[in-house]
């Protein structure tokens, strides 16, 4: 089946710093998806990128669908302690499966 | 501005028991999609469906049925519950077909089997 490798798997940083997570596939995807993960809630999508090479933004949030259409990245400026959580990408294919990526946990110290 | 609701949000089952996990979309979603999620693990799609009395397997199907008479409902079954389905599971829905939307997943149900 279809695999996501998302790094890294977690990330420790202080307020006010940038980040930097990623997703790499062993196939194909049509559309890359972002979602963030507060604890008890479920996954909230804050990116959807649905052509190679697209660069989209929400906020200090900036997503890029790779070229060879098998990775994406997501960058988040200037974090903040509400920034904290898992990060999930999921890609999907021609069969309108999502599949998502092990996650990266988030932590911003103040 | 009910979007996709899970019941029940916590339920304990013995080994062996069947239960129902409801899941209900308000947005007349045609795609919507059963995951579990374990620690640490990501999201793993166990069934999904692409409308009403369509459904497919995903990754991990097997413990599992669904059904999908309606395009609101999308229960998913347990028929003899076992310790390695203690999971939290999600439903999720979407409508992305040109100008559609993408995946909204309600708050999910944490299930342990004992």
């Known amino acids: 089946g279809q695999q996501l490798n998302q790094s890294p798997q977690s990330m420790f940083i202080q307020e006010g710093e940038d980040v930097s997570m990623n997703c790499t596939s062993s196939?194909?995807?049509?559309?890359w998806l972002w979602y963030k993960q507060d604890p008890g809630e479920g996954p909230v999508l804050l990116i959807a990128?649905?052509?190679?090479?697209e660069l989209t933004s929400n906020g200090r949030l900036t997503a890029q669908f790779g070229i060879t259409r098998k990775d994406s990245f997501l960058n988040i400026s200037a974090s903040i302690p509400s920034d904290v959580g898992i990060y999930f990408c999921?890609?999907?294919?021609?069969?309108?499966?999502?599949?998502f990526g092990k996650g990266t946990l988030l932590t911003v110290n103040p | 501005n009910a979007g996709v609701t899970q019941t029940p949000k916590f339920r304990i089952l013995k080994i062996g028991q069947s239960m129902t996990l409801q899941c209900a979309q308000d947005?007349?979603?045609?795609?919507m999609y059963w995951y579990r999620q374990d620690p640490g693990m990501g999201l793993k799609l166990i069934y999904y469906?692409?409308?009403?009395?369509?459904?497919d397997k995903g990754e991990v199907p097997n413990g599992y049925n669904v059904s999908r008479s309606t395009t609101e409902d999308f229960p998913l079954r347990l028929e003899l519950a076992a310790p390695s389905q203690t999971s939290v599971y999600f439903c999720?829905?979407?409508?992305?077909?040109?100008?559609?939307?993408?995946?909204?997943f309600g708050q999910g149900t944490r299930l342990t089997v004992v």
């Open positions: 469906s692409v409308g009403a009395g369509i459904t």
């Open positions: 999720a829905s979407s409508n992305r077909a040109q100008g559609g939307t993408e995946a909204f």
């Open positions: 947005m007349n979603h045609n795609y």
């Open positions: 990128l649905y052509k190679a090479g």
């Open positions: 196939s194909i995807f049509n559309t």
């Open positions: 999921a890609g999907r294919g021609s069969n309108y499966k999502l599949t």
